[in-house]
């Protein structure tokens, strides 16, 4: 048996358990619908944006969901509701390629690294040798198969042709506890299962319905004809998160169909949310941020052009794997996501996206970034 763990991108210069790898669907149900024909690439794709990832034990291990769309040839779209978790790895055949890996890993960075012989007299003389105490940091956070745990992620997904957020979400996270509960559900996980996908109904327009899920009930509402359309995300937050005057300045670049890149990366305990547009590139800084955060500002800002709809290329999570679709010479709204180990100035976009940074809520322009 053959066991090998195939990258999803060119990282090869982080750790092994800092790089993202292949992923791919394992089971779903049903096998096809109709009028939803399962776009296996797709849900693969934006359900792990980034890959595959490893974790160990003194990784932070909860459960994150985001929600995603796919657009079709004919501009319908389908909603996807993902809730990654982590397993214990069982596979002795798995946690020894994971080994062999950093083996490999610490081999290639102390050739790379290991000063030439003129210069180790100067180290050892100062004191100060950069390369040999990275190094050792490397070896630190290394994986050891017979000290850690290996964990890797997974996760459980609602196609749906409507945007319940709310209550798929709700859905997702009872499932989990379910499976990762010592007590086993009141009925077998099937028939819950079971009861989402054929017998729980779409609400009427205008109406409320209300379910049981495993653990407690659950309710979606759907709107009259004569209302605002189905929005289930919170508006307040990206409010919170741009400030007033950036949700506007973003506003107005959807209506002038500029080319708009959602950017958020995540550094400790902040994040950036940079708004990249054809005539002006713009940042700011905000605590926490993930899929969700890219998701709920692209489609806030589409549902404030009621009744008016974005007709381009509407991408609010890029995976790792198509970020060529930057390249693109049309209108676009694309959200990329970075963990913090990404370098934003390793972005390749097109050349006459430039502009300003926005820093903990102020504008900044380029040729201040430097003056902090």
Known sequence: MCICLQPSGENFDQTPLRRTFKSKVLARYPENVEWNPFDQDAVGMLCMPKGLAFKTQADSREPQFHSFII????????????LTFF??????????????LYHMHNAEYDILHTPPTNDKDSCSSTGDCNGTSISKLQRFNSYDISRDTLYV?????????????????????????????????????????????????????????????????????????NELPLFDFPVKEVFELLGV?????????????????????????????????????????????????????AETITALMFPFQWQHVYVPILPASLLHFLDAPVPYLMGLHSNGLDDRSKLELPQEVRGTWINSLNIVHNNERSEG
Do not use: W
Not at 71 to 82: A, K, L, P, Q
Not at 87 to 100: D, F, L, Y
Not at 179 to 198: F, K
Not at 268 to 297: E, F, P
């Open 87 to 100: 397993e214990e790895v069982t596979s002795k055949q798995i946690c020894s390629a994971m080994q062999t």
């Open 153 to 225: 992620s997974k996760c459980i997904c609602l196609i749906t042709p409507m945007s319940f957020m709310k209550a798929c979400k709700k859905v997702l996270e009872q499932l989990h506890q379910a499976v990762t509960s010592p007590q086993p559900p009141p009925l077998p996980l099937e028939s819950y299962i079971y009861n989402i996908l054929y017998e729980v109904p779409l609400p009427p327009a205008g109406r409320s319905l209300k379910f049981s899920g495993v653990y407690g009930p659950i309710i979606c509402q759907r709107p009259s004809t």
């Open 245 to 297: 005057e950036n949700v506007v300045q973003l506003f107005t670049c959807a209506l002038l169909e500029f080319q708009i890149l959602l950017y958020s990366q995540h550094r400790r305990s902040i994040s950036s949310i940079c708004l990249s547009l054809v005539d002006q590139q713009k940042c700011l800084d905000a605590l926490g941020t993930d899929y969700q955060r890219l998701m709920t500002v």
């Open 71 to 82: 657009t079709r040839e004919d501009g319908s779209r389908t909603f996807g509701f993902s």
